[in-house]
């Protein structure tokens, strides 16, 4: 069974970088054929795509999002990092990460999610 | 940018059949986009339904179906039940790499 876990502080403050991590159990990031994702929801609102990663490192962003956000994948621990730069409370939403299949862009697993909130 | 629009409300009758749609700003929505559909009730992770327009994801009751219905794509529930009051969202593969999530259904059972 593939789990996915986003951990992570859930409290920044503005101007800084928001860094989440992704812990994925059984399954090798490795194993290819899937993208490795970020997606988010803002209190009350819709699913927003953030971007993805395939082990081999190419990434595809959001390009609402693109200039403040990094995708990164560590396959010795398998877990894959997002960071998001110069972060306001319009960024306050709850993220979780996915596993997408590339074969049939399925978003097929996906983390309990973890909320992050932005205060001075 | 494209916007994959939904309608933002719904409402059926217990047993009754919906149909909800996933359409484009602009042209129209066809397999090469891939339409997935996701229900999601509050406070918990999205769950897939469909995906590749029509392939129910494992697990899911038959009462789920997904198709292209004219420029869209759809699902329908047939048969609704009261835990199938959820908002459910699509998602289209734009191509290079991107996708895009609808801004979400809320459904309503009564």
């Known amino acids: 069974q593939v789990q996915l876990q986003e951990s992570g502080p859930g409290l920044v403050k503005p101007s800084q970088t928001l860094s989440l991590t992704c812990t994925v159990s059984?399954?090798?990031?490795?194993?290819?054929?899937?993208?490795w994702s970020w997606v988010r929801q803002h209190p009350g609102k819709g699913l927003e795509w953030i971007g993805y990663i395939h082990y081999s490192g190419t990434t595809y962003y959001n390009p609402s999002l693109r200039s403040r956000v990094a995708i990164s994948v560590d396959t010795y621990t398998n877990h894959f990092s997002l960071k998001l730069d110069s972060v306001t409370a319009a960024d306050t939403a709850v993220y979780y990460c996915?596993?997408?299949?590339?074969?049939?862009?399925?978003?097929?697993?996906w983390g309990q999610g973890t909320l992050v909130t932005f205060s001075s | 940018q494209t916007v994959v629009t939904q309608e933002p409300s719904f409402s059926v009758s217990p047993g009754g059949t919906v149909t909800l749609t996933c359409g484009l700003s602009?042209?129209?929505?066809?397999?090469?986009?891939?339409p997935s559909w996701y229900q999601q009730t509050p406070g918990q992770a999205p769950r897939t339904l469909i995906y590749?327009?029509?392939t129910r994801s494992s697990g899911v009751p038959g009462r789920f179906s997904g198709s292209i219905l004219g420029n869209k794509a759809a699902l329908t529930i047939t048969g609704a039940q009261a835990d199938d009051e959820s908002d459910y969202y699509c998602?289209?593969?734009?191509?290079?790499?991107?996708?895009?999530f609808g801004g979400g259904t809320k459904l309503t059972v009564l």
């Open positions: 998602v289209l593969y734009m191509g290079s790499g991107i996708v895009v």
């Open positions: 602009s042209g129209s929505v066809s397999t090469a986009y891939y």
């Open positions: 059984g399954d090798t990031i490795s194993s290819g054929g899937y993208y």
């Open positions: 590749s327009t029509n």
């Open positions: 996915a596993r997408n299949k590339i074969s049939t862009r399925i978003f097929d697993y």
